[in-house]
């Protein structure tokens, strides 16, 4: 690390009390002295300055000078080295002036493919469910993509964002007060209590609405393939089922009893069945709103990440490697964002369908928003600068964060451990589930390897 010299000149006065001073950086004097006094104390300065600056590391020895007098006064001259807040020796390492410049052209290029890959990965499992009438393609194709990007989007977590992020705060560029401490753990748990802070306000928020409305929380309806309020879904399959009774009941009435008695008996059946049904559309209603805060919460840690990927591919040196790399990434990850946004469109009302086709196309144009970002302040912007450092690993950090939280809660343990689906599932399907969630998850750790 580089340091600046500290100069302390202690004065000796055989005649009267030790005194003490201090002055920082070149200095040529500490008090007023004859011509010849200060013409040798300049030289001597510089001297120990210079040599203290290119051989003298952090904890080496203090250097002395002394300098003596007719006047029975003697000059002593100690420099001694202290660390700098940011910076180092070797500030080519530490990202000064801009950023690479070569492949310009290729650089511009990758918005428009990596535009294709990020768009192809949200997108197309958003449409291919939506218009499935017209666009046939296997459930079994769904279920891969659904599994597979859950897989991706904890290897992202880990080895996307936290390793990269604790290396950046951890950077030798940066003052010892950021190397003493774990920051980027310490951001990353404070984000995953803030994402389960957060939805534990809108989850009793939720039930309280529905306990206005004469619903009760089931603590297992949790149901795979959404983020949904627990319970909602039951409720709904209560309600038809409780409609089914009621009908059968008022079919026994009407074949039992005649005349007006029937008639109100139908009447209060009519009118039952009203309620049950107004109930039912708020609960979906509910529901849906869940659903879309479970996935926006997603996708608001995955954007952050996206944007800070862009910007490093416009100015990394080592491009075409990298490049390739996030090819695959981004085309996976949206792979993981838009599975779970086609499966949210699935429960959610006629106004809400259009949510999810907003969600993927806002995930693909991250990243190359970022990459045309970092082409335009590619002289200037420096990915392993202190200021892109801390900006980067804070922002990584709180991405982990967030994707570790939906990875462990919402992809893990609602759709595994609290749904009705795996629960009644074979063996077979659910081993098949695990497996290509693991092949996600590889796949994007050894990406890693790489970017």
Same mark, same amino acid.
């Given at each position: 690390?580089?340091?600046?010299?500290?100069?302390?000149?202690?004065?000796?006065?055989?005649?009267?009390?030790?005194? *003490?001073?201090?002055?920082?950086?070149?200095?040529?004097?500490?008090?007023?002295?004859?011509?010849?006094?200060?013409?040798?104390?300049?030289? %001597?300065?510089?001297?120990?300055?210079?040599?203290?600056?290119?051989?003298?590391?952090?904890?080496?020895?203090?250097?002395?000078?002394?300098?003596?007098?007719?006047? %029975?006064?003697?000059?002593?001259?100690?420099?001694?080295?202290?660390?700098?807040?940011?910076? /180092?020796?070797?500030?080519?390492?530490?990202?000064?002036?801009?950023?690479?410049?070569?492949?310009?052209?290729?650089?511009?290029?990758?918005?428009?493919?990596?535009?294709?890959?990020?768009?192809?990965?949200?997108?197309?499992?958003?449409?291919?469910?939506?218009?499935?009438?017209?666009?046939?393609?296997?459930?079994?194709?769904?279920?891969?993509?659904? *599994?597979?990007?859950?897989?991706?989007?904890?290897?992202? &977590?880990?080895?996307?964002?936290?390793?990269?992020?604790?290396?950046?705060?951890?950077?030798?560029?940066?003052?010892?007060? *950021?190397?003493?401490?774990?920051? &980027?753990?310490?951001?990353?748990?404070?984000?995953?209590?803030?994402?389960?802070?957060?939805?534990?306000?809108?989850?009793?928020?939720?039930?309280?609405?529905?306990?206005?409305?004469?619903?009760?929380?089931?603590?297992?309806?949790?149901?795979?393939?959404?983020?949904?309020?627990?319970?909602?879904?039951?409720?709904?399959?209560?309600?038809?089922?409780?409609?089914?009774?009621?009908?059968?009941?008022?079919?026994?009435?009407?074949?039992?009893?005649?005349?007006? /008695?029937?008639?109100?008996?139908?009447?209060?059946?009519?009118?039952?069945?009203?309620?049950?049904?107004? /109930?039912?559309?708020?609960?979906?209603?509910?529901?849906?709103?869940?659903?879309?805060?479970?996935?926006?919460?997603?996708?608001?840690?995955?954007?952050?990440?996206?944007?800070?990927?862009?910007?490093?591919?416009?100015?990394?040196?080592?491009?075409?490697?990298?490049?390739?790399? =996030?090819?695959?990434?981004?085309?996976?990850?949206?792979?993981?964002?838009?599975?779970?946004?086609?499966?949210?469109?699935?429960?959610?009302?006629?106004?809400?369908?259009?949510?999810?086709?907003?969600?993927?196309?806002?995930?693909?144009?991250?990243?190359?928003?970022?990459?045309?970002?970092?082409?335009?302040?590619?002289?200037?912007?420096?990915?392993?600068?202190?200021?892109?450092?801390?900006?980067?690993?804070?922002?990584?950090? %709180?991405?982990?964060?967030?994707?570790?939280?939906?990875?462990?809660?919402? =992809?893990?343990?609602?759709?595994?451990?609290?749904?009705?689906?795996?629960?009644?599932?074979?063996?077979?399907?659910? &081993?098949?589930?695990?497996?290509?969630?693991? %092949?996600?998850?590889?796949?994007?750790?050894?990406?890693?390897? *790489?970017?």
């Amino acid at each position: 690390m580089r340091t600046s010299p500290v100069i302390i000149v202690c004065f000796w006065n055989w005649e009267n009390t030790r005194t *003490w001073g201090s002055m920082r950086h070149k200095i040529s004097t500490y008090k007023t002295l004859d011509n010849c006094q200060t013409e040798k104390l300049s030289v %001597l300065l510089r001297l120990l300055s210079s040599a203290s600056s290119t051989v003298s590391p952090p904890s080496a020895a203090p250097t002395f000078g002394i300098f003596n007098n007719k006047h %029975l006064t003697t000059y002593a001259i100690m420099t001694v080295r202290t660390p700098s807040l940011a910076i /180092r020796d070797d500030t080519d390492d530490c990202g000064s002036g801009g950023g690479a410049d070569t492949f310009f052209g290729l650089r511009i290029a990758s918005i428009f493919i990596i535009l294709v890959g990020s768009m192809f990965g949200s997108l197309f499992p958003v449409i291919a469910m939506r218009y499935s009438k017209y666009v046939k393609v296997p459930n079994g194709i769904f279920e891969f993509a659904k *599994w597979f990007g859950s897989g991706v989007i904890i290897a992202t &977590a880990f080895i996307h964002l936290l390793s990269p992020a604790i290396d950046e705060l951890g950077s030798t560029c940066l003052s010892d007060a *950021w190397q003493g401490y774990p920051y &980027a753990l310490a951001l990353c748990l404070l984000s995953i209590f803030g994402i389960f802070i957060v939805e534990l306000i809108a989850f009793r928020w939720g039930t309280a609405k529905l306990a206005k409305l004469g619903f009760v929380y089931d603590a297992h309806g949790h149901e795979a393939g959404a983020h949904a309020a627990p319970g909602t879904e039951t409720l709904a399959q209560d309600n038809i089922e409780g409609e089914k009774d009621v009908r059968d009941l008022s079919r026994v009435m009407e074949e039992a009893r005649a005349g007006s /008695r029937s008639s109100r008996s139908v009447n209060r059946e009519d009118e039952s069945d009203l309620k049950e049904t107004s /109930r039912g559309n708020v609960a979906v209603l509910d529901s849906a709103l869940t659903q879309i805060l479970g996935v926006a919460i997603l996708e608001f840690g995955v954007v952050l990440h996206s944007v800070l990927v862009g910007l490093t591919l416009a100015v990394d040196p080592d491009f075409k490697v990298l490049f390739v790399v =996030l090819v695959f990434h981004q085309t996976f990850e949206g792979l993981g964002v838009g599975s779970r946004l086609a499966y949210m469109q699935k429960h959610l009302p006629q106004a809400y369908r259009n949510v999810s086709v907003y969600g993927a196309l806002l995930y693909g144009i991250t990243t190359p928003v970022g990459i045309a970002a970092g082409l335009g302040v590619r002289t200037t912007y420096n990915p392993d600068s202190t200021t892109a450092s801390i900006v980067s690993g804070v922002m990584d950090s %709180l991405s982990a964060g967030i994707l570790i939280y939906t990875g462990m809660v919402e =992809l893990l343990a609602h759709e595994f451990l609290f749904s009705d689906e795996m629960r009644k599932s074979t063996n077979t399907r659910l &081993a098949r589930c695990v497996c290509t969630m693991l %092949l996600g998850c590889g796949l994007m750790a050894l990406l890693g390897k *790489w970017a």
